[in-house]
């Protein structure tokens, strides 16, 4: 089933509403107190290493050059070809590529293997989407994964990936923007220690039968998560543990409080005044001395977004660059369709000044 069709609105950035949309679930006033056991994320760091030290560390050195491992999500049709071709339109060679699984269901979950298989003869990491829940579960069914319920269809999942892709590293991203309101294994203040054990379960499975695979903790930045008490909430309060994570991330795009055309909304961009922001994210990665990953990032004509902007991917590339020591990998998330419009090759050119100096940086 190679090139096959992907309604990209069904798997990812579609998905990731901005900030300002509300939660489909109501937050109790009286949340329960953040457990002491709890990490904080500090805006400095004892940690400082040379370019390039976590992204060798967990993934090997990068084949583009970079200090750290770069690739997309190239749209429309999920297959190594595409994947190869992103380093070959930018000059550079690509180092990774996302893929997700169909997860309308356990059973689609479970038998969903071609989109592991198709990407084989791609020299580089496999950044794999799972979800701690299909389509149609309720965010209640938490409490039955993290109890061992579904570990049969986590086991198989990994053992497609240790078989199934022959071609390099694999890195899981399990329950990713779990802070927003758009997925099934969504997330409150409140139920945040339901999403921590079911996380922590999904990791030991998928370690114990791909001890290679590396495990993602992967946000959604610029969203609140319903029922904080603090702006950081979404980093501190879901993250499961040094022991079952290697990588820190988030997923982030040029809109709403993330989004940047000059200097001063660059800065709001880093740190936002009610929410995680890539800087956040840095930082507490490097506190932990954890990777750091950006498994989606990109432009945006959606949701007011800037569309056609330069200046934020020159950032983007900046912000990289400054915080090379921890960053392990980042994919630009390219999706032409009507709902993002951020299409930066020359596949489908519907951003050409961005898509320029996204070549001459990369």
Known sequence: MKNRSILVAALGVALALPAGFAPVESVSAQAAAMPATQPTAAPAAAFKGRPGTMARK???????????????WTGEYMNARNATKWGTWRGRTSDATLTFPEWKTWKELQRSDWHVSTFNGFKGTLVYGLPMLPRNAKPAQLKDVAKGRYDSTYRTVARQLRTKYKSGRVVVRIGWEANGSWMPFRTTYAKSP???????RIAKVIKKEHPKAIIDFDINCGTALPGQRNRLDSLTRLYPGDDVVDLIGCDTYDWDVLKARTESQWRRALRPSNSVGIQDVADFARKRRKGLSFPEWGLTHAYDG????????????????????????????????????????????QNPRAGAEYRRLW
């Open 194 to 200: 339901e999403y921590r054990a079911a996380f922590r």
């Open 58 to 72: 967990y993934l090997g050195t990068p084949r583009s050059g970079l200090p750290w491992h770069s690739g997309a």
């Open 306 to 349: 800037n569309g056609d902007n330069p200046f934020y991917v020159r950032k983007m590339h900046a912000f990289f660059r400054a915080n090379s020591d921890v960053l392990v990998l980042e994919n630009y998330f390219n999706v032409p369709d009507k709902h993002m419009k951020n299409s930066l090759w020359n596949v489908r050119p």
